[in-house]
């Protein structure tokens, strides 16, 4: 470790720049020559939009970096954080921050924020108005008079929104006498504009101050909020965000606790040794993230104190047990490069926060991601989850570096008769022959498989789109599968299986719903004939990949999966159509479109 009062003293620097970049590719050669000629590691993200930089190296060629931005007129105002610290603690802390290596990734947006990533994101010129440390200080120490003079004729209640993640409130937030302060309480800030919608009524009328790490999540968030018209234009947000309060404030101020960082800091507090946060598992005072204890389920940072560590444990944090999550099995089957699962285990985790990184690769176009989208899989009509790996293999050896594939068996046969087992059926072996169907009805009285075999016509209505009696069954096992091995990035169905996944789509986000996912994959689909079916009503990200009318698909018509997509609200999907009959298509142009759409989701 280098001696933190010498020359080579170590630091690291934080900045990001809203301004249009005329020329990315060259701001890339920039970043690529200047960061490596100093020897600084860390992120860079470039988009037509700006650019968002953490890197750390010695101080002093830091200052030489900053040298060599400010001298670029498109950075003038940038605010430059720097700050000398430690080198990482270990090799995990420092991987998993991003300090291993150099990643200068150019991206379509700094923040996506949009509620859906097919849809475009607020104005960022509409952003709220900046405060400095000092006047957000004055404005929380007077709970508003300051605001209630610049807008007296608006001015209701001061309110202090965090926009910020869990486990990041969790050791650290402001806390002022008079003052409403909002957590959303969200696992990540693209949950935070549905959290917004939701809480509308909160902010309308109000005055609205708010508060993030560095500034850049607030400038995004502010301009939603301000996006929503009459009644929601007094924003304004802290401007370098609390990591410039407490520069102003050493003793804390109005803020308790620690601020998390997102490098191998991994938080910076105050003079005042209050400790927020607490143990999940003994409750005991606890503010330390250095383990890099993760949810079990969602893989969200959680807080264990050293004497509840212990190896192979299993933490479950508090927002999937508030929705019921433990641990358990489920009867899937992973396509991608690891083992197939044919024994009921618990699913090995995946990495999914979006601050975690691979080391990583220098590119302009599509780098390696720093996870893999965990997509669940539904057969289609009389398939098995065995066979249907056949089927994704190609689809998964030419996007084996963006997603990883759970391909899920339901348990129930065309011609069975007894669902009371359902959650106890082990998944099938790996050359299993045997059928399986979704929304198939616990009293269905077939005796032979006859019933079930292919119709002779293209596609035949009354087998298909009014197959619907078994739905709540078939519901209700998916709700079990997203509790015992969730989360889940999305959802792919085949055939009957797409429609499958399309209903369950459909009830996306309502009251009491378990199932939380960004977007589903429909692939040759159709829709159901279900109740409450309405045209255009399902609010959903969704691919459509299916044959055109010349695609010689002899199960499915091109008119069925049209009206599938027609759906879903207009701007929401994206459609493939090919020329390939019955399948998934994997070679060009297609297999680059299907990459298109899960990109938007990394």
């Known amino acids: 470790m280098a001696d933190n009062d010498g020359p080579d003293q170590y630091g690291v620097v934080l900045y990001y720049k809203y301004t249009p970049i ?46 060599a931005v400010k001298s670029n007129s498109l950075f003038e105002g940038t605010d430059f954080k720097l700050a000398s610290c430690h080198h990482p603690l270990n090799d995990q802390v420092a991987k998993e921050c991003g300090f291993t290596s150099l990643s200068i990734r150019v991206v379509k947006e700094l923040v996506t924020f949009s509620p859906h990533p097919l849809l475009k994101s607020p104005e960022i010129s509409n952003a709220g108005t900046h405060l400095s440390a000092v006047e957000f200080h004055s404005v929380l120490q007077s709970a508003g008079p300051l605001l209630e003079k610049e807008n007296p004729s608006n001015h209701k209640n001061l309110v202090l929104l965090d926009a910020r993640n869990l486990y990041e409130t969790r050791i650290g937030k402001f806390q002022t006498p008079n003052v409403e302060t909002l957590d959303p309480g969200i696992r990540q800030y693209s949950d935070l504009p549905t959290w917004i919608d939701d809480n509308s009524e909160r902010f309308r009328g109000n005055c609205v101050l708010m508060y993030c790490t560095g500034g850049i999540r607030c400038e995004m968030a502010s301009a939603y909020i301000r996006s929503k018209g009459a009644g929601f234009e007094n924003v304004f947000q802290l401007f370098g965000g609390i990591q410039r309060y407490l520069e102003q404030f050493p003793d804390g101020g109005f803020f308790k606790g620690k601020n998390f960082v997102f490098d191998h800091r991994i938080s910076v507090g105050s003079s005042d040794a209050n400790i927020m946060g607490a143990c999940l598992v003994c409750g005991s005072s606890f503010d330390d993230y250095s383990s890099r204890c993760r949810c079990n389920h969602c893989r969200m940072l959680v807080l264990v104190c050293d004497c509840c560590q212990k190896k192979d444990a299993l933490y479950v944090c508090e927002l999937c047990q508030k929705h019921g999550k433990g641990y358990g099995s489920i009867p899937l089957i992973e396509n991608d490069e690891s083992q197939v699962i044919t024994q009921p285990i618990k699913l090995k985790t995946v990495p999914s926060d979006d601050t975690t990184l691979s080391p990583q690769i220098h590119s302009r176009h599509g780098p390696k991601p720093s996870r893999k989208l965990r997509i ?10 065995s066979g249907f790996k056949g089927r994704t293999a190609s689809l998964v050896k030419k996007l084996k570096a963006l997603l990883s594939l759970f391909l899920l068996m339901h348990p129930m046969k065309p011609n069975s008769k007894d669902l009371s087992s359902l959650s106890q059926q082990s998944p099938p072996p790996a050359n299993c022959r045997k059928k399986f169907a979704w929304l198939v009805s616990p009293d269905f009285s077939g005796t032979s498989e006859s019933n079930w075999k292919k119709a002779d016509s293209q596609f035949d209505p009354l087998q298909y789109q009014q197959q619907t009696n078994g739905f709540d069954v078939s519901l209700a096992y998916l709700k079990m599968v997203f509790s015992q091995a969730g989360p889940f990035d999305g959802i792919m169905g085949f055939s009957q299986g797409a429609a499958m996944a399309a209903a369950v789509s459909a009830r996306r986000g309502r009251p009491g719903g378990e199932m939380d ?54 701007g929401c999907s994206v459609i493939i159509e090919h020329d390939s009959g019955h399948i998934i298509p994997t070679r060009s142009p297609y297999i680059d479109e299907i990459r298109d759409f899960l990109h938007r989701f990394l």
């Open 22 to 67: 005329p020329d990315v590719d060259q701001l890339f050669s920039f970043y690529d020559s200047n960061c490596n000629s100093l020897g600084l590691l860390g992120r860079v993200r470039l988009a037509p939009d700006g650019v968002n930089v953490t890197i750390g190296g010695k101080l002093s060629l830091l200052e030489k970096h900053i040298a």
């Open 517 to 570: 996912f960004r977007f589903v994959i429909l692939c040759s689909g159709f829709a159901l004939n279900l109740p409450d079916s309405v045209r255009g009503s399902i609010n959903c990200p969704s691919l459509h990949i299916f044959g055109n009318e010349q695609g010689n698909d002899r199960q499915i018509a091109n008119q069925a999966s049209r009206d599938l997509a027609a759906s879903f609200e207009e």
């Open 376 to 385: 669940l899989c539904l057969h289609g009509f009389r398939q098995n989850a």
